[in-house]
């Protein structure tokens, strides 16, 4: 079946078996073309087409729901374009990334990867790579919220998509119709009946062309998810009948397909459009037979959703306790999403840090390995050149270049470190600081202002520290305290201190009215014990601090 004249047609032709299977729709089956086409890239030393085989499968595991497999594979692509000079193809990953960020509920992470490949799209200035930044950005903004700016990052996408062809038209009139269905539900809430109107109106006519372009495309995946906004986008339209049809063939193609998220999806609108058209019972019966396979599925988002309707619903129907069972599920399970996502963000931090450092070690022995050539001839002069190159690489491994600080590779590698050798009875504090509404800083005093608040930041917690551990920046404008083995008492006196000195800090003598806090979140960290599992205790605690109103100190310690 395969060309076999040589490595590279072989490869091509992997690549181009698992880009039929996508374009098809048979995401699993590309999945196993993009794994072959990352074994040959690897076993033949091509890192250049093993960035091109990883950013193909991160593609294909998108769809098939696989995300956190989906977020590593893009973040090693983007690290080998990196080292390969692939600027375009880094861009690629990291917009991939971003999705599957969000699809975890990583909304920070998602924007930050954004952030960098919307700078090198508009850099080198390509309309594809522009097009795909606007177009994750405005699903961002949509994850979290803001569906006005949303629409306006993928209204900037939209005239980029012609002459990009098919699919990524098909991609942005669906966002925008997804986008018009999240804004016009919102409006209602709020009862603006001028903006649902609008929303809904120009979402249909969006959500009509999509389903054009699938069925063109004769896509069925795509063409049941059409379906499924068009479907919500009728029913607040005010047209029952056909908002059931258009989700009932949605959830249909689901079936006969296999899309069992799809189907979900529709099961799940169905009863939404119920409840849109006052019809209680009817959406009670459909949002109780749809959690089971939800739950069964990890569907957590819409199982958290199904309960907090439930419990309007039941509430509305005169049924106290049962709609007090369904409110008591959803803030158990709303608990359990925040714990899980910071269960993600540790793990994606430990495995993008332990990647990084890998490519790092592999290049600084590649730097050694040429050094000790030069050394044999004698050849002074590149030597010393070489030498600087590697000391230049053993820094960057280990320090973040705009604070000074030790960087998240290095606070990680350190803290496995510590915990290891931590004595039985002993136990280390570990503190996560977040600098409280950072991006107002970048948004109204600018970029340069943000970078000046982080240094100082920066050196305010090196001093409170005094000398008792070390500070990290994770990214951001997150930071790390690791202590040395002491009593978390004492780290948490350390940790109140360092908030106070933050927030009596002079900040308004770097821009005029500036004022800063500091969320911090503790927890402690016995002998052995895994790094990703302390992380997200202290993830834990932060959010509660944040939650809880900022500028405090919270601990979630070991029982």
Not at 539 to 556: C, E, F, H, Q, W
């Amino acid at each position: 079946m395969f060309a076999a004249d040589n490595k590279s047609a072989i490869f091509e032709d992997f690549v181009a078996a698992s880009e039929a299977s996508r374009l098809k729709g048979d995401y699993h089956e590309g999945v196993q073309w993009a794994r072959r086409a990352i074994d040959h890239a690897r076993l033949n030393g091509e890192a250049g087409q093993e960035a091109e085989a990883l950013r193909l499968l991160a593609n294909q595991l998108l769809r098939t729901g696989d995300m956190e497999e989906a977020a590593e594979a893009c973040g090693r692509a983007a690290a080998l374009d990196e080292a390969t000079g692939n600027e375009a193809g880094r861009a690629q990953a990291l917009t991939l990334q971003a999705l599957a960020y969000l699809n975890l509920g990583l909304q920070e992470e998602a924007l930050q990867v954004l952030a960098v490949s919307l700078e090198i799209a508009q850099r080198l200035r390509d309309p594809n790579l522009l097009f795909w930044a606007y177009n994750r950005i405005g699903g961002a903004h949509d994850n979290m919220g803001n569906h006005l700016e949303s629409r306006a990052f993928m209204q900037r996408a939209l005239p980029l998509a012609t002459g990009l062809g098919a699919e990524a038209k098909f991609c942005i009139l669906n966002n925008l119709a997804a986008n018009g269905v999240d804004l016009a539900g919102d409006a209602l809430e709020k009862g603006d009946a001028a903006l649902a109107a609008e929303a809904v109106a120009t979402g249909l006519g969006h959500a009509r062309d999509a389903i054009e372009l699938a069925r063109a495309a004769d896509h069925p995946y795509r063409e049941a998810i059409g379906l499924g906004n068009y479907g919500m986008l009728l029913a607040f339209s005010g047209d029952e009948q056909a908002a059931s049809q258009a989700t009932t063939r949605s959830h249909a193609i689901a079936s006969q397909k296999g899309y069992v998220s799809l189907q979900l999806d529709a099961s799940f609108n169905l009863a939404r459009i119920a409840m849109h058209f006052d019809q209680p019972e009817t959406a009670i019966t459909r949002f109780e037979a749809v959690l089971p396979p939800l739950i069964e599925h990890d569907e957590k988002p819409m199982v958290l959703r199904a309960h907090r309707l439930l419990s309007d619903l039941y509430q509305r129907v005169g049924r106290t306790p049962e709609a007090f069972d369904h409110y008591k599920r959803y803030h158990a399970i709303e608990s359990a999403i925040r714990s899980s996502v910071a269960d993600t963000r540790a793990r994606m931090v430990t495995g993008m840090a332990e990647l990084s450092a890998a490519l790092l070690d592999v290049e600084r022995a590649k730097l050694e390995t040429r050094l000790h050539q030069l050394r044999l001839a004698e050849l002074e002069t590149e030597r010393r050149d070489l030498l600087t190159r590697t000391q230049d690489l053993d820094r960057q491994a280990h320090e973040d270049d705009l604070t000074g600080l030790k960087n998240r590779r290095y606070a990680l590698s350190a803290l496995g470190e510590r915990l290891a050798d931590c004595p039985p009875d002993a136990a280390i504090p570990v503190a996560i600081v977040d600098a409280d509404h950072f991006k107002k800083v970048n948004d109204g005093y600018g970029h340069s202002t943000g970078d000046a608040v982080l240094r100082r930041l920066a050196a305010l917690l090196s001093s409170g520290m005094e000398g008792h551990g070390f500070v990290a920046r994770l990214g951001g404008e997150e930071f790390l305290l690791v202590f040395d083995a002491r009593a978390v008492v004492a780290a948490l006196a350390d940790c109140q201190r360092i908030r106070m000195l933050v927030e009596a800090e002079p900040w308004s003598n770097l821009a005029p009215e500036l004022a800063m806090t500091v969320s911090i979140g503790i927890t402690s960290a016995g002998r052995g014990e895994d790094v990703a599992k302390v992380l997200s205790r202290a993830d834990a605690a932060l959010y509660r601090s944040k939650s809880g109103g900022r500028n405090r100190v919270t601990a979630n310690l070991l029982d």
